[in-house]
């Protein structure tokens, strides 16, 4: 049913690894290189992601710091944005940036964005299919070839069953790749309409709000890539 191993998943992912490895080398690189560029304006992130979410209408999003290098995000559950040590208190282009994306995304929220909800009703599927499509996966393997004919054919459902699990992965990041693109989106067009950047240096934000978007895209390229995998190494026992 399932063959050539560890080393053949290898070979078969390494364009995606590959991948990978450049978006997430591009994003740090690109971070870096704008952190030392202060805006004109002298505004911290803190203050941008404010002004942004001020400039939507949004009022009650609560904004707080939080500890690590790009560990900013947004909490639904709470209502709040989380900035790290390098985003919160920096007046750079790239802390600007980055702290207006995460604005982006409590605007989405807050405006009832489609895609945004969709991505948050699928979570709970995506979350089993992550942890229980691998088992199923291997367990369907063992199970087919456990020197059972009368096994195989449980053992092929549970192969199946476990692939369609894991697509679900796919779907989760099929999903949340429109959801960045507009957050980036929002946020750079609400940074020109409220003047906290330069045209130049909303040209390095957005340097960098696209390069944060291919670790995204890379992400979605190798679930797609281990779905492909596991689907051609699957061989129905005769």
């Given at each position: ?217 890379a992400a979605l390229v190798t679930s797609i890539f281990q779905v492909f995998y596991y689907a051609s190494r699957f061989r129905p026992r005769d």
């Amino acid at each position: 049913m399932f063959g050539y191993g560890y080393l053949g998943y290898l070979v078969f992912m390494l364009p995606a690894l590959v991948f990978g490895l450049v978006a997430q080398a591009m994003v740090k690189s690109r971070f870096n290189r704008f952190s030392k560029i202060a805006s004109r304006r002298g505004m911290t992130g803190a203050q941008a992601a404010q002004a942004v979410l001020n400039g939507g209408g949004v009022y009650n999003v609560k904004i707080g710091r939080v500890a690590g290098n790009l560990t900013d995000h947004y909490n639904p559950k709470n209502n709040s944005i989380s900035l790290s040590d390098s985003v919160y208190n920096s007046t750079s282009v790239a802390a600007i940036g980055v702290a207006a994306h995460e604005a982006g995304h409590a605007l989405q929220y807050a405006q009832d964005y489609s895609p945004i909800k969709l991505r948050m009703a699928i979570i709970p599927v995506c979350n089993l299919g992550s942890r229980i499509g691998p088992l199923l996966i291997v367990l369907g393997c063992i199970i087919s070839y456990g020197g059972m004919a009368a096994s195989a054919e449980l053992g092929t459902m549970m192969y199946l069953v476990g692939l369609v699990l894991f697509c679900t992965v796919a779907v989760f990041q099929l999903v949340t790749l429109p959801v960045e693109l507009n957050a980036s989106k929002r946020a750079l067009r609400a940074l020109e309409m409220g003047g906290t950047l330069d045209n130049d240096e909303l040209r390095g934000a957005k340097k960098v709000l696209t390069a944060a978007a291919l670790t995204y895209v890379a992400a979605l390229v190798t679930s797609i890539f281990q779905v492909f995998y596991y689907a051609s190494r699957f061989r129905p026992r005769d």
